[in-house]
């Protein structure tokens, strides 16, 4: 599975984006698809995931209430939507796969088989 993220860009405290992260390679509607983020200086962090259909979203409590992550199996696509950001938010955001028979750990990157290059997301104040 390859995957590639994209729609990254400055965006002012409160403002919205929307990044992407396309996927080609093998059927993109059997994984479960996560996005991660890494600030400088800091640890990689779960932003949020999504399962195979879509039927189960997990958010981190610092992005509850303002991301939400949706998926369109059809264009083996998953979204982000990004609201209300702040400084904080300021980090490259990377999209991940992992394999159906996975249950559970899905804030946990060590259970992820395909990652993607990141798409730098700066939110100004």
């Known amino acids: 599975v390859q995957l590639q993220a994209s729609g990254g860009g400055l965006v002012e405290a409160g403002g919205s984006l929307r990044v992407s992260c396309a996927t080609s390679?093998?059927?993109?509607?059997?994984?479960?698809m996560g996005w991660f983020r890494q600030a400088p200086g800091k640890e990689r962090e779960f932003v949020a995931a999504?399962?195979?259909?879509?039927?189960?979203?997990y958010y981190s409590d610092s992005v509850k209430g303002r991301f939400t992550i949706s998926r369109d199996n059809a264009k083996d696509t998953v979204y982000l939507q990004m609201n209300s950001l702040k400084p904080e938010d300021t980090a490259v955001y990377s999209c991940?796969?992992?394999?159906?028979?996975?249950?559970?750990?899905?804030?946990?990157?060590?259970?992820?088989?395909?990652w993607g290059q990141g798409t730098q997301v700066t939110v100004s104040s």
């Open positions: 390679g093998r059927t993109f509607s059997y994984y479960g």
């Open positions: 991940a796969a992992r394999r159906p028979n996975i249950d559970g750990g899905w804030t946990d990157p060590r259970t992820y088989d395909y």
């Open positions: 999504i399962t195979w259909n879509g039927g189960s979203l």
